[in-house]
């Protein structure tokens, strides 16, 4: 390294000081793509963020709730990374995944997925289990479940013949939400009245019980669908429902307008109680 001789005024011997070396522009482009390809790598294999457009999971979850998502939890366990910990799904869990049966014309994002096929729900079934609903109450392999904390269920003022009492009415004529393909296999699936969730599948419902377009109206879910689970509210910004499916429905101009609202907004909207919050 070059080194600049100084007089030291103490001793009046010459010494040396390092010369400032400046970053070139390469060495600079190479620290950004650096870091880039870090949080690439995080955001794809690690983590990965998610937003809440609905209210299919209040109140544990709201609308505008950013959620990080832990990617490796509930993967496939791989042999080349041992230490990692690994888990089935079990009942309970939040879960993102990707929603069966997605229609093939939707847009896709980056990675191939739909855009508007990436779901949160809490798991209720697991493979082999028997489920139904009575009254809005669930039952899995006959016993009652007792609702999520901070979850709206049915009441006597909103209720639904087909979703409270899942699946003891077909589906027909379908209700609102139905998918044809589920309406056409839930009847070989349920024995005794009760549904039974098949092997390498699970049940999926939102803590919204009331406002829920879930496994009742779509099906089982696969296991290759599962994605991960969120385990962070690192951000919840206060909107509605309207605006989340407006400014994602709108492309890129959409987006730039959606920031713009979020920048005059941030401070009033932000629903900082909710901020850096766990997941469960």
Not at 171 to 186: D, H, T
Not at 187 to 204: C, I, N, Q, W
Not at 211 to 239: C, H, K, Q, T
């Amino acid at each position: 390294m070059a080194k600049k001789k100084e007089l030291n005024k103490a001793t009046g011997e010459e010494s040396q000081k390092p010369e400032r070396v400046e970053e070139t522009p390469y060495e600079f482009v190479a620290s950004i793509c650096s870091v880039l390809v870090v949080g690439l790598f995080i955001l794809t294999f690690l983590g990965q963020n998610f937003v809440i457009p609905s209210g299919s999971m209040e109140n544990t979850l709201l609308i505008g709730d950013h959620l990080m998502v832990d990617r490796i939890t509930l993967a496939p366990a791989a042999k080349w990374m041992p230490l990692v910990h690994y888990r089935e799904p079990k009942h309970g869990d939040i879960v993102v995944f990707i929603k069966p049966a997605v229609d093939p014309t939707l847009d896709v994002d980056a990675s191939g997925i739909p855009t508007h096929s990436i779901l949160v729900k809490r798991l209720m079934g697991l493979p082999g289990d028997h489920i139904k609903l009575r009254d809005g109450v669930v039952y899995i392999n006959g016993v009652a479940q007792t609702p999520p904390p901070d979850s709206i269920n049915a009441s006597a003022e909103n209720s639904d013949v087909y979703r409270d009492n899942f699946p003891a009415v077909a589906p027909n004529p379908s209700p609102g939400g139905v998918m044809e393909s589920w309406a056409l296999q839930l009847g070989s699936a349920v024995k005794d009245g009760e549904l039974v969730v098949p092997e390498g599948h699970y049940f999926m419902m939102g803590d919204h019980r009331t406002n829920s377009l879930d496994s009742r109206y779509w099906g089982f879910v696969p296991r290759e669908n599962i994605m991960g689970r969120p385990v962070l509210n690192y951000w919840s910004f206060d909107a509605s429902e309207d605006e989340m499916t407006q400014q994602s429905s709108d492309g890129i101009g959409g987006t730039i307008r959606w920031m713009g609202h979020i920048a005059l907004h941030f401070f009033d909207r932000t629903r900082w109680s909710r901020t850096f919050h766990l997941v469960k």
